[in-house]
């Protein structure tokens, strides 16, 4: 379609974040541009490591930051953890538990003694998450990011209002500071002050930025990968291991399919009046009354593709913590079989029906 923009849409999920490096990784192997990027928390990083860099080196440039979080190998700090909590990576996940991430954040050392003593705002977290704007800043070329090459959004929540904030570079300049906002989830990470207003992640409101693109009232046609961390159908929990992780699936999915669904209906709503105002006799077109009712229709069709990591074995409720090289490098593999298998099916490129306003293409099961 030769109007048609290509939009990628990353939810949170912190170390899972490197399944959609691999599938931006794939995209532009197979030269597909994105002309805008939403993300949320681990979402809006990686957003900004592709909107912030020129096409040929960004995902160099992603595979860098993701590199650079791998923790140094070394002993359990707990002797017997492993055994105990049987857990394939344990060493890895408590490691960064007790020392953070380097380059990300650090343990705010008392942080956990009194969590009723009074702190400043930027201390109200266990870890600090100060690393990261350095990092920022090493990895994303914020001018660039600003020159208008590719359009960014990154979503928080304003936890002085309950709302959610969206900062777009279409409407202002994006700094480390806006995609701090976005990953700054409590009650690990403390709030990011901005003009004033202290926002924390936005996966507190919504994990899954979808309505930021939907309700931009874009007058174009759309193709959208959106890309969730999160499998809201796992299997049923067998321990009660598994039932703190099928809890965190469930809801850091922050209800993608429902959301998906409710909008397809909306969009083909707004394409069905279109083709029955212009089946109407000309007269009865013209009529003031009817106008209002007439520009609520649309003739633009939005294609998703809706990308879902599953689980690898051993996952468990804090997969979103593991940031091991080897753990990293299978998401990141996960992540461009996935979009390979999406761009070889191509199942927007089917003639659609007429009354269609937005369509939904899930990935097949592999048999």
Same mark, same amino acid.
């Given at each position: 379609?030769?109007?048609?923009?290509?939009?990628?849409?990353?939810?949170?999920?912190?170390?899972?974040?490197?399944?959609?490096?691999?599938?931006?990784?794939?995209?532009?192997?197979?030269?597909?541009?994105?002309?805008?990027?939403?993300?949320?928390?681990?979402?809006?990083?990686?957003?900004?490591?592709?909107?912030?860099?020129?096409?040929?080196?960004?995902?160099?440039?992603?595979?860098?930051?993701?590199?650079?979080?791998?923790?140094?190998?070394?002993?359990?700090?707990?002797?017997?953890?492993?055994?105990?909590?049987?857990?394939?990576?344990?060493?890895?996940?408590?490691?960064?538990?007790?020392?953070?991430?380097?380059?990300?954040?650090?343990?705010?050392?008392?942080?956990?003694?009194?969590?009723?003593?009074?702190?400043?705002?930027?201390?109200? /977290?266990? %870890?600090?998450? #100060? &690393? @990261?704007?350095?990092? *920022? =800043?090493?990895?994303?070329?914020? +001018?660039? !990011?600003?020159?208008?090459?590719?359009?960014?959004?990154?979503?928080?929540?304003?936890?002085?209002?309950?709302?959610?904030?969206?900062?777009?570079?279409?409407?202002?300049?994006?700094?480390?500071?806006?995609?701090?906002?976005?990953?700054?989830?409590?009650?690990?990470?403390?709030?990011?002050?901005?003009?004033?207003?202290?926002?924390?992640?936005? /996966?507190? %409101?919504?994990? #899954? &930025? @979808?309505?930021?693109? *939907? =309700?931009?009232?874009?007058?174009? +046609?759309? !193709?959208?990968?959106?890309?969730?961390?999160?499998?809201?159908?796992?299997?049923?929990?067998?321990?009660?291991?598994?039932?703190?992780?099928?809890?965190?699936?469930?809801?850091?999915?922050?209800?993608?399919?429902?959301?998906?669904?409710?909008?397809?209906?909306?969009?083909?709503?707004?394409?069905?009046?279109?083709?029955?105002?212009?089946?109407?006799?000309?007269?009865?077109?013209?009529?003031?009354?009817?106008?209002?009712?007439?520009?609520?229709?649309? +003739?633009?069709?939005?294609?998703?593709?809706?990308?879902?990591?599953?689980?690898?074995?051993?996952?468990?409720?804090?997969?979103?913590?593991?940031?091991?090289?080897?753990?990293?490098?299978?998401?990141?593999?996960?992540?461009?079989?996935?979009?390979?298998?999406?761009?070889?099916?191509?199942?927007?490129?089917?003639?659609?029906?007429?009354?269609?306003?937005?369509?939904?293409?899930?990935?097949?099961?592999?048999?």
């Amino acid at each position: 379609m030769p109007q048609q923009d290509t939009v990628l849409i990353l939810q949170g999920g912190g170390a899972l974040g490197a399944y959609q490096a691999g599938v931006y990784q794939n995209l532009m192997e197979h030269h597909t541009p994105v002309d805008w990027v939403i993300g949320t928390s681990i979402g809006a990083i990686n957003s900004a490591l592709i909107a912030g860099n020129q096409p040929e080196a960004r995902v160099a440039q992603l595979q860098a930051f993701w590199n650079s979080l791998a923790p140094a190998p070394g002993p359990s700090m707990w002797p017997g953890m492993h055994a105990w909590m049987n857990l394939p990576n344990s060493v890895a996940t408590f490691g960064t538990l007790l020392n953070g991430v380097e380059g990300f954040f650090k343990p705010r050392i008392g942080a956990s003694w009194d969590i009723h003593a009074k702190v400043d705002l930027d201390k109200a /977290g266990f %870890y600090d998450t #100060s &690393p @990261l704007k350095a990092t *920022l =800043e090493k990895y994303v070329d914020f +001018d660039y !990011l600003n020159s208008g090459a590719m359009r960014i959004s990154v979503c928080a929540v304003d936890i002085d209002n309950g709302q959610s904030a969206v900062f777009d570079s279409a409407k202002q300049k994006i700094g480390p500071e806006h995609i701090m906002a976005s990953g700054a989830l409590p009650p690990g990470f403390p709030p990011i002050e901005i003009d004033g207003r202290a926002y924390w992640d936005g /996966g507190v %409101y919504s994990n #899954s &930025p @979808l309505e930021v693109f *939907l =309700e931009a009232n874009e007058k174009r +046609d759309a !193709l959208c990968f959106m890309v969730d961390l999160w499998d809201a159908t796992e299997n049923r929990p067998e321990s009660i291991a598994d039932a703190l992780s099928r809890y965190k699936n469930i809801q850091y999915a922050s209800r993608s399919a429902e959301q998906l669904l409710v909008h397809q209906r909306l969009q083909d709503l707004q394409r069905a009046i279109r083709v029955l105002a212009k089946n109407l006799p000309p007269a009865a077109r013209q009529k003031e009354e009817l106008q209002p009712l007439i520009k609520m229709g649309c +003739d633009h069709t939005i294609n998703v593709v809706n990308l879902i990591m599953k689980a690898l074995p051993g996952d468990n409720v804090f997969k979103d913590i593991d940031f091991s090289a080897e753990t990293v490098g299978k998401r990141w593999q996960a992540g461009i079989h996935d979009c390979r298998r999406a761009l070889r099916h191509k199942a927007w490129l089917q003639p659609l029906p007429p009354h269609a306003g937005l369509i939904i293409h899930e990935l097949p099961q592999e048999e």
